[in-house]
Structure formats: C-alpha cells, structure tokens
C-alpha cells in the first residue's frame, strides 16, 4: 500500500469540500423529479405534522435521504413511495422530539392563513377532524384520497401488511365521517 | 354518526373532504426551487464527505500528540541527571567568555533559522 502523508490527507481532505459527490440522481434528473412531486410531499407532510414549518424542514431532508439513498429504482412509482416512506419516518422520529405548547387539533385548524372564502368554515372542519386522528390514520386517508396510492404502496410507505390496509381504511374512513358530522 | 350513512356515503364523504383539502395544500404549497435544493444538498453532501475524510486524520493527531508527549516525559526523566549534571556544570562556567558565547550564539541563530524556514516552507503548502 503506498504512503499517505499528512499533506496527501490535507490534500484530498480539500479535494472532498470541491468535487461532485455521488448522488443518487443527477441534477437534471432531481430537478424534473422535485418539481413533479414536491407540492404534494408538502401537501401530505404538513397533513400529517400538522405544522408547516415542520413540513418545510421535513420536505428538504426527505429529498436529500433520497438522493443519498444507495436503492436502485425499478420505475419513477417505486422512487416515489421510497420518497413518501422517508417522509413519513420523519414525521414520525419528529413527533419524538420536544411538542410545543397547544394540541395537534389547533396546530392542524390553524395550519392555513385565514381567508374570506365561503368553504373556509367547512375545510377548518376538515383540518380539525383529521387533527383529532391518529397520524398513522391521517396518512392512511391522504395516501389513499389524495394520492390515489394503491394498498399495496400504501403498505410500502407506512410498513404495514397489505391485507391489513382495507380494514384499517375502514376504521379511518368511519372515524374521520363521524367527527366531520359531529361537526 | 347517521346510522343511514352506507360505507360508500361514508366513503364519498371521505374522499370529497380529502380532496378538498389535498387541492387546498397544493395552492398552499411553496416548496423551495428545485435548483436551491439541489445546491444544499450538493454542499450538505460535500461537508459530510470531508467530515468522513478528515475524522481518521484527527484520531492520528491525537495519537502522535500522546506519543510525543510520552517519548518527551520518557527522555526528560531518563536524562534528568545528566541534566543536573550540565547545569551544575553551567554554574562553574564563565558565561561571558566566548569560548561558550560563541558556539552559543551559533546554535541560537540556527534554531531562529531553522524555525522561520520551516514556518515560510510549510505556509506555502
């Protein structure tokens, strides 16, 4: 093996601050895939944290995990299932950290900018009925009707068996239609 | 809940409400631009690589410090009586005769040469 000197090791301690990293995708790539599939991944990660700035931090670390991700991708679904499972571990690890001072159920009504539209009092229903679900359920109903994911991705994402997904829909259904007619 | 409602009411009521609000988060959504992300992750990735490079780097300094620092205590303790010996051997001498001055200065000038060229060799790099 040949010698390393201490400036060889300065010199290639330098060389790693200026060349390309291996990324998993190439710019061209990621870019054309972040710009398909980002809107939603905010749309589900604030759904789910119930925060936006959550999401916001969450929606930069799920991207860069994917890019360092040594997975080969069988097709463009698989690359964004991996995505989505990503970001819903994230949620979950920073559901483990410290919780600010008001409930889930607030953070969730009050995750928009108020506005003067007609629907506005029916979507804070929404957004209270899905603050007072399980995370695990509010990911079930967004993957499901948001994303249109099968139950087969949907098992993929959340590390659930398939055959458990369509019992576990129902529950989330009834739950989250019985809390909405309460109003 | 109403006990009319069939599972495929409760699943419209659902799935009206889901994308309701799914519409709503997409106009809500300002994700940063795709080239922003890209250029923090190439840095991130470039500041973890370095980190991984120089992590090996830093336990080999740590040890040779210890070594060295070993090796000095080793020295200092093994010559310290024929260290006592040359400083009581100092204190007989004339200090001022230049028989010791000269070779004195001699070494001094070297150590002070010695040093700035190693300081301007080692700047370059």
């Known amino acids: 093996m040949a010698d390393v000197t201490f400036l060889d090791a300065r010199r290639i301690s330098a060389d790693a601050e200026t060349a390309d990293v291996a990324l998993a995708m190439d710019e061209d790539a990621f870019r054309a895939f972040y710009d398909r599939t980002s809107g939603a991944l905010w749309g589900y990660l604030s759904r789910i944290s119930g925060d936006r700035q959550v999401a916001d931090d969450l929606l930069q670390e799920a991207y860069y995990r994917l890019l360092k991700a040594n997975t080969a991708f069988e097709s463009e679904n698989h690359r964004r299932n991996y995505l989505y499972r990503i970001a819903t571990n994230l949620v979950r690890d920073s559901r483990r950290r410290p919780k600010p001072l008001f409930a889930e159920a607030v953070e969730m009504a009050d995750i928009a900018a108020p506005d003067s539209h007609a629907d506005t009092e029916s979507r804070q229903d929404v957004r209270r009925a899905l603050g007072r679900m399980k995370p695990r359920e509010r990911a079930l109903l967004w993957l499901a009707y948001a994303n249109g994911s099968s139950h087969a991705e949907i098992a993929d994402v959340l590390g659930l068996k398939t055959a458990s997904i369509k019992l576990l829909l129902f529950r989330a259904r009834r739950k989250l239609a019985a809390t909405l007619q309460r109003g | 809940m109403n006990p009319l409602n069939t599972d495929a009411e409760i699943e419209a009521i659902v799935a009206d409400a889901i994308a309701a609000e799914a519409s709503t988060a997409r106009r809500e959504a300002a994700p940063p631009s ?18 991984a490079v120089e992590r090996p780097l830093t336990i080999v300094h740590a040890l040779a410090i210890a070594c060295g620092a070993g090796l000095l205590l080793s020295i200092v303790g093994s010559a310290f009586a024929d260290v006592k010996l040359s400083l009581d051997w100092f204190a007989t001498v004339d200090l001022t005769s230049r ?17 700035v060229a190693a300081y301007v060799i080692f700047a370059d790099e």
């Not at chain 2, 795709?34 to 690589?49: K, L, P």
């Not at chain 2, 028989?99 to 040093?115: D, E, K, N, Y």
């Open chain 2, 34 to 51: 795709s080239a922003i992300v890209w250029w923090r992750a190439q840095m991130r990735a470039r500041q973890e690589a370095t980190k």
């Open chain 2, 99 to 115: 028989w010791i001055m000269l070779p004195m200065t001699a070494m001094l000038v070297s150590v002070l040469v010695a040093s």
